[in-house]
C-alpha cells in the first residue's frame, strides 16, 4: 500500500464547477497536510496548508481534513481553465526517517473544459 | 517566487560523468531538500539538509551525495552518472517546524538532466 494515495485521473469538470481531489495517507500520526499545484514543466507551488480537522478556505480553494479517516481533500469552486494542472498531495509520514520529510502522492490530472 | 534558485537548468552529460547540481536560496531556511522526479513515480525525496553540514538520506539516495558548507547552498552530486539517474531534479526549502509540525516547502525551478 502507499503511503500517500491519490486519484491519478485525469478528471475533468467544465467551467465554472467544483473540482474535488482527494488524498489518503498511512500514517495515522501525521500533522502536517499540504496541497501543491504543478503545471506542465514547471515545479510544484504551494496552494495550501492544513494541520487540523476541518475545513479551511482560501479564495477559491478549500481543504478538508479528517485525520480520524486518515484523508485530505482539496475542493475548487468555480473551476477555471487556468486550474488545469497535477495536484500533488503530500503528508508528513513518520514510518521511516525523519518526521521532517513529505511524501507525496503521484499526482491528480485536473482539467477544467472551457 | 521564495528565493531559490538552481544551476544548470538544463544538462546533459555522459554516462560514467561526474555531474554536481546546485540550490541556493535567500531565505535563511534551515531545511533544504532534493527530490526527483519522474512519470510514474512522482516526486522522491534524495537527501536532505538540517542544518550547515547535517545532512541525512532520503528514499532514494544511492549514488548521490550532498554537501552543505553555507546555509544557503545545498550540492547534489551524482559521483558517476547513469541513465537512470535522467530525471528532472527540484530543490525544496523549508524553515523548521514546531513540535511535531512540518512547514511548507517551497520549490526550486528545477533543473533536468539527461545521462546519455
Known amino acids: 500500500q502507499k503511503e500517500v494515495e491519490q486519484n491519478s485521473g485525469p478528471l475533468s469538470v467544465p467551467e465554472g464547477a467544483i473540482a474535488s481531489l482527494n488524498c489518503t495517507y498511512s500514517d495515522r500520526v501525521s500533522q502536517s497536510f499540504f496541497w501543491y499545484r504543478q503545471y506542465s514543466g514547471k515545479s510544484p507551488e504551494l496552494i495550501m496548508s492544513i494541520y487540523s480537522n476541518g475545513d479551511k478556505e482560501d479564495g477559491r480553494f478549500t481543504a478538508q481534513l479528517n485525520k480520524a479517516s486518515q484523508y485530505v481533500s482539496l475542493l475548487i469552486r468555480d473551476s477555471q481553465p487556468s486550474d488545469s494542472a497535477t495536484y500533488l498531495c503530500a503528508v508528513n509520514i513518520r514510518s521511516e526517517g525523519s518526521a521532517r520529510q513529505l511524501t507525496f502522492g503521484s499526482g491528480t490530472q485536473l482539467t477544467v473544459l472551457p | 517566487d521564495a528565493g531559490i534558485t538552481q544551476s544548470p537548468r538544463h544538462k546533459v552529460t555522459e554516462t560514467g560523468t561526474p555531474v554536481t547540481l546546485r540550490c541556493h536560496q535567500t531565505?535563511?531556511?534551515?531545511?533544504m531538500y532534493w527530490y526527483r522526479q519522474d512519470p510514474g513515480h512522482g516526486l522522491r525525496l534524495i537527501h536532505y539538509?538540517?542544518?550547515?553540514?547535517?545532512?541525512d538520506k532520503g528514499e532514494v539516495s544511492d549514488g548521490y551525495s550532498v554537501s552543505r558548507s553555507k546555509t544557503e547552498d545545498f550540492l547534489l552530486t551524482l559521483e558517476s552518472a547513469t541513465s537512470s539517474q535522467t530525471s528532472v531534479y527540484f530543490c525544496a526549502i523549508s524553515e523548521s517546524g514546531q513540535g511535531l509540525l512540518v512547514y511548507e516547502q517551497y520549490f526550486g525551478p528545477g533543473t533536468r538532466l539527461t545521462v546519455t
Open positions: 539538509s538540517y542544518g550547515v553540514k547535517d545532512t
Open positions: 531565505e535563511n531556511h534551515r531545511y
